[in-house]
């Protein structure tokens, strides 16, 4: 499973979610499929159509846990994902090694500098890793150290853990720690999806039933579930609420997964609307993007 890039697949994703309302209502869509917003219809919602004689329409947004998250993931990947290979060979072959930094921490670098890094986390790993103690599987030697070395401009610690299961021995991670406040700014970020999408679909309730779909490229911090408990304290107090919210698992390149987060007054937690398995290369971009 490769992760996949940045863009979001807003016509893919409204696809994959009418794939499963079909499965669910047990109708096909009709043939009379067309995006508002290209037409410039005032109330310009991405997608049109009829499934089953009813009228649905959806609007699209990629979601992040942060602002700027999916591009620094990506920035990150090209910093970190070649210390990978120039580490192998020198690690311990009985446990995992895991190297922690902090999310966002290649916000804001030069290119001149990432060559500088790589050599000093490289060094500094291959020097260090088999001096260190060893943690019981799914727990750190605490306390954690943490380490700022010359010419890296952020924090890292080094982990050294007992392996579960012959496939993990050897293994060499880098996992990017989220920041504290993770989570609010996580409820921020849905708080202004509400803002900007709910007032364009409830201009549909009348003649529509209003589907938001929510695409999630991030696959480290993010899953159905944090997405819904922000979504219920995003949208508190809301009377504009569309009729049906899905999420788009959008992390890695192929499955994708499809969850309903709520509609008809049934949540994430109390109906059986979850991890539809879509196969993307399957959909069809309905909007072109």
């Not at 846990?65 to 990947?77: G, S």
């Not at 446990?95 to 966002?104: A, F, R, T």
């Not at 819904?228 to 049906?244: M, N, Q, T």
Request: hydrophobic share 40%; with cysteine; aromatic share 8%.
């Amino acid at each position: 499973m490769a992760a996949r890039s940045s863009k979001f697949n807003e016509g893919k994703a409204v696809d994959a979610v009418i794939h499963c309302i079909e499965a669910r209502e047990r109708w096909q869509r009709g043939d009379d499929g067309r995006s508002p917003e290209a037409e410039r219809h005032a109330a310009p919602v991405e997608f049109v159509c009829t499934i089953g004689g009813r009228l649905f329409a959806f609007e699209h947004t990629g979601i992040e846990p942060f602002p700027r998250q999916i591009e620094e993931q990506e920035h990150a990947r090209s910093l970190f994902g070649p210390i990978a290979e120039r580490v192998a060979g020198a690690l311990p072959t009985e446990e995992s090694i895991q190297l922690h930094v902090p999310v966002g921490a290649t916000a804001g670098l030069k290119r001149r500098q990432i060559a500088t890094i790589q050599d000093a986390l490289v060094t500094w790993v291959r020097g260090t890793a088999l001096t260190l103690p060893i943690a019981p599987y799914g727990r750190y030697v605490t306390p954690v150290k943490k380490v700022l070395l010359p010419g890296v401009p952020f924090p890292v610690s080094l982990h050294r853990i007992a392996a579960a299961s012959p496939a993990l021995r050897g293994r060499f991670d880098i996992l990017h720690l989220a920041p504290e406040d993770i989570e609010s700014a996580r409820v921020d970020r849905i708080h202004k999806v509400c803002e900007e999408k709910y007032p364009k679909l409830a201009a549909w309730r009348r003649d529509a039933r209003t589907v938001l779909v929510l695409e999630n490229g991030d696959i480290q911090l993010s899953n159905a579930q944090l997405v819904y408990e922000a979504l219920v304290r995003a949208e508190e107090g809301r009377a504009d609420r569309p009729d049906e919210i899905y999420l788009v698992d959008a992390a890695i390149e192929s499955p994708w997964w499809v969850t309903c987060l709520r509609r008809e007054g049934k949540t994430y937690y109390d109906q059986g609307e979850r991890f539809w398995e879509i196969d993307p290369n399957a959909l069809t971009a309905l909007t072109g993007r």
